[in-house]
C-alpha cells in the first residue's frame, strides 16, 4: 500500500483548516488545537455578521495587503473567488454585500459554517487533538506538544503552524509561540496591534458621546484615505474608517512622528457649498445649517482651537479638513488583529522555513497586514492554502 505522508497542523483556525481539508486528499493529517474547539476566533469574528472576504480583484485586491509584492502572487493562486468556490462546495453559498463585503448568504450563521468544515475533515478523515499546546522544538527541531493525551514531540513528514497573532487572547491567540520560534533561530518581528482603535486627546465633552458613531466620514492619515463609519470611545475612536489607516499610525509612530488623522465630516458636500450655507446663517444656527449632529459637534469642538471655532470664518474649511491628534493605538489584546510575525525573509515562497524545509507557517504568524473588510480572513485562507500546496509538492511523489 502507498505510503500516505504523515501532516501535523499546529493551530486550529482558518488557515490550519483550510490546510487540512487540501491536505487531506493525500496525506493523514492531524490538527493539533490548544482549546477546547478549533474555529473559536473565527467564530468571534463573525459575531457581527461573518465578512468573509471581498470583491476586489487584481491590484484593488493586493493593494490592501502589506506587504503587497509578497501577498500578490498568494492571493492570485487563491483570492476571493477561489474562497467562494471552495465554501459553496462545503455548502455554503455566499453573497456580495456593500463595499465589496462577502458574506455567507443571509441566515447562515458563523457556527454553521465552521460545522461545514469540520464535516468535510471529519469526511476526508483528519483527526482533532483538542487541548495540544505546542511548547518548544526539541534538539531535532521537533515541536514538543503537550496536551491530553500526548506530551513530547511530534513525529511528522510536515508540519504546518498556524498559531495565530496575539489579538483576543481570550480565543487562544496570545502569541506564546514567539519566544519557542526565536530561540530556535527564527527572526520574529515584533507583534503589534492592527485593525483597532486609536486613542485620542479626549476632553470630558467628547466622552459623554462614547458609544455614538459618527456616520458616512472620510478619514486619512498620510498616504491612505478611507470612507466609512466611525464610533467615539472613551479612548478616541475604532470602525471601519479607523481600521485601515491604523498602519500609517503605527509607521508615524514608528518614525517618531506625531501621528494625526484629518476627517471629512462632509464627504459628499463640497466646502463651496457648505461656505454658501453658512452665509445667511445666524450663530446659533451654523451646526444646524451645515447638518452635524451632535457627536460630530462635538468632535469638532474638541479639536478646533476655542477662539477659531467660536469665530467661525473657517468652519466649512474645519468641518471638511479636521485635523486630529493621535496619541496612540489601543492594546493589543482589544485589537481584532496583529501586524509582526515572522519575517519574510526567513520563508521560501512556499511559505516553509528556509532553513527547516519541514515546517511550514500560515495565517497571522506572518508578518502581513491587511483592514477588516474580509481582507483579514481571506488573506488567512490564502496563506493556509499556500502552505498546504507548498507541502503537497514537498511530500507527495
Same mark, same amino acid.
Given at each position: 500500500?502507498?505510503?500516505?505522508?504523515?501532516?501535523?497542523?499546529?493551530?486550529?483556525?482558518?488557515?490550519?483548516?483550510?490546510?487540512?481539508?487540501?491536505?487531506?486528499?493525500?496525506?493523514?493529517?492531524?490538527?493539533?488545537?490548544?482549546?477546547?474547539?478549533?474555529?473559536?476566533?473565527?467564530?468571534?469574528?463573525?459575531?457581527?455578521?461573518?465578512?468573509?472576504?471581498?470583491?476586489?480583484?487584481?491590484?484593488?485586491?493586493?493593494?490592501?495587503?502589506?506587504?503587497?509584492?509578497?501577498?500578490?502572487?498568494?492571493?492570485?493562486?487563491?483570492?476571493?473567488?477561489?474562497?467562494?468556490?471552495? !465554501?459553496? &462546495?462545503? +455548502? #455554503?453559498?455566499?453573497?456580495?454585500?456593500?463595499?465589496?463585503? =462577502? /458574506?455567507? %448568504? *443571509? @441566515?447562515?450563521?458563523p457556527a454553521q459554517v465552521l460545522?461545514?468544515?469540520?464535516?468535510? !475533515?471529519? &469526511?476526508? +478523515? #483528519?483527526?482533532?487533538?483538542?487541548?495540544?499546546?505546542?511548547? =518548544? /522544538?526539541? %534538539? *531535532? @527541531?521537533?515541536?514538543?506538544?503537550?496536551?491530553?493525551?500526548?506530551?513530547?514531540?511530534?513525529?511528522? &513528514?510536515?508540519?504546518?503552524?498556524?498559531?495565530?497573532?496575539?489579538?483576543?487572547? =481570550?480565543?487562544?491567540?496570545? @502569541?506564546?509561540?514567539?519566544?519557542?520560534?526565536?530561540?530556535?533561530?527564527?527572526?520574529?518581528?515584533?507583534?503589534?496591534?492592527?485593525?483597532?482603535?486609536?486613542?485620542?486627546?479626549?476632553?470630558?465633552?467628547?466622552?459623554?458621546?462614547?458609544?455614538?458613531?459618527?456616520?458616512?466620514?472620510?478619514?486619512?492619515?498620510?498616504?491612505?484615505?478611507?470612507?466609512?463609519?466611525?464610533?467615539?470611545?472613551?479612548?478616541?475612536?475604532?470602525?471601519?474608517?479607523?481600521?485601515?489607516?491604523?498602519?500609517?499610525?503605527?509607521?508615524?509612530?514608528?518614525?517618531?512622528?506625531?501621528?494625526?488623522?484629518?476627517?471629512?465630516?462632509?464627504?459628499d458636500v463640497a466646502q463651496e457649498?457648505?461656505?454658501?450655507?453658512?452665509?445667511?446663517?445666524?450663530?446659533?444656527?451654523?451646526?444646524?445649517?451645515?447638518?452635524?449632529?451632535?457627536?460630530?459637534?462635538?468632535?469638532?469642538?474638541?479639536?478646533?482651537?476655542?477662539?477659531?471655532?467660536?469665530?467661525?470664518?473657517?468652519?466649512?474649511?474645519?468641518?471638511?479638513?479636521?485635523?486630529?491628534?493621535?496619541?496612540?493605538?489601543?492594546?493589543?489584546?482589544?485589537?481584532?488583529?496583529?501586524?509582526?510575525?515572522?519575517?519574510?525573509?526567513?520563508?521560501?515562497?512556499?511559505?516553509?522555513?528556509?532553513?527547516?524545509?519541514?515546517?511550514?507557517?500560515?495565517?497571522?504568524?506572518?508578518?502581513?497586514?491587511?483592514?477588516?473588510?474580509?481582507?483579514?480572513?481571506?488573506?488567512?485562507?490564502?496563506?493556509?492554502?499556500?502552505?498546504?500546496?507548498?507541502?503537497?509538492?514537498?511530500?507527495?511523489?
Amino acid at each position: 500500500m502507498k505510503h500516505r505522508p504523515v501532516i501535523r497542523i499546529i493551530g486550529g483556525g482558518p488557515a490550519g483548516l483550510i490546510a487540512a481539508d487540501i491536505l487531506a486528499v493525500h496525506c493523514d493529517v492531524h490538527v493539533h488545537e490548544q482549546g477546547r474547539q478549533v474555529g473559536r476566533k473565527f467564530l468571534v469574528a463573525g459575531e457581527g455578521g461573518l465578512n468573509i472576504t471581498n470583491a476586489a480583484e487584481g491590484d484593488s485586491l493586493a493593494g490592501w495587503y502589506t506587504p503587497a509584492d509578497r501577498m500578490r502572487p498568494l492571493l492570485e493562486a487563491f483570492g476571493p473567488e477561489a474562497l467562494w468556490a471552495w !465554501l459553496l &462546495d462545503l +455548502g #455554503v453559498p455566499t453573497f456580495v454585500g456593500t463595499s465589496g463585503r =462577502v /458574506f455567507p %448568504e *443571509r @441566515g447562515i450563521k458563523p457556527a454553521q459554517v465552521l460545522q461545514a468544515i469540520k464535516r468535510r !475533515l471529519a &469526511d476526508r +478523515g #483528519v483527526r482533532i487533538h483538542t487541548r495540544h499546546a505546542f511548547t =518548544v /522544538f526539541d %534538539e *531535532r @527541531g521537533r515541536p514538543v506538544v503537550e496536551g491530553e493525551g500526548h506530551r513530547g514531540p511530534l513525529e511528522a &513528514d510536515a508540519t504546518l503552524f498556524a498559531l495565530g497573532g496575539a489579538s483576543w487572547p =481570550v480565543t487562544g491567540s496570545t @502569541g506564546s509561540w514567539v519566544a519557542p520560534f526565536r530561540e530556535f533561530g527564527i527572526r520574529v518581528n515584533e507583534l503589534r496591534p492592527s485593525n483597532c482603535g486609536v486613542e485620542l486627546p479626549m476632553t470630558d465633552a467628547l466622552v459623554t458621546h462614547a458609544g455614538k458613531p459618527l456616520k458616512n466620514i472620510d478619514v486619512r492619515s498620510g498616504p491612505i484615505r478611507v470612507r466609512g463609519e466611525a464610533t467615539i470611545t472613551a479612548h478616541g475612536l475604532e470602525g471601519n474608517a479607523i481600521y485601515p489607516v491604523v498602519p500609517a499610525v503605527r509607521a508615524a509612530m514608528a518614525a517618531g512622528e506625531e501621528p494625526t488623522l484629518e476627517l471629512d465630516l462632509k464627504p459628499d458636500v463640497a466646502q463651496e457649498e457648505l461656505e454658501r450655507r453658512l452665509a445667511g446663517a445666524a450663530w446659533k444656527e451654523r451646526m444646524a445649517a451645515l447638518k452635524l449632529d451632535r457627536p460630530q459637534v462635538a468632535l469638532l469642538k474638541a479639536f478646533t482651537p476655542q477662539h477659531r471655532f467660536m469665530d467661525g470664518a473657517h468652519l466649512a474649511h474645519d468641518v471638511k479638513h479636521l485635523r486630529i491628534p493621535v496619541s496612540g493605538l489601543r492594546p493589543i489584546a482589544e485589537a481584532i488583529s496583529t501586524a509582526g510575525g515572522i519575517a519574510w525573509d526567513e520563508l521560501d515562497d512556499e511559505l516553509s522555513l528556509k532553513h527547516h524545509p519541514h515546517l511550514f507557517v500560515a495565517g497571522e504568524m506572518i508578518d502581513w497586514d491587511a483592514p477588516t473588510g474580509g481582507f483579514l480572513l481571506q488573506g488567512c485562507f490564502t496563506t493556509g492554502h499556500a502552505a498546504a500546496m507548498g507541502i503537497l509538492r514537498r511530500v507527495v511523489q
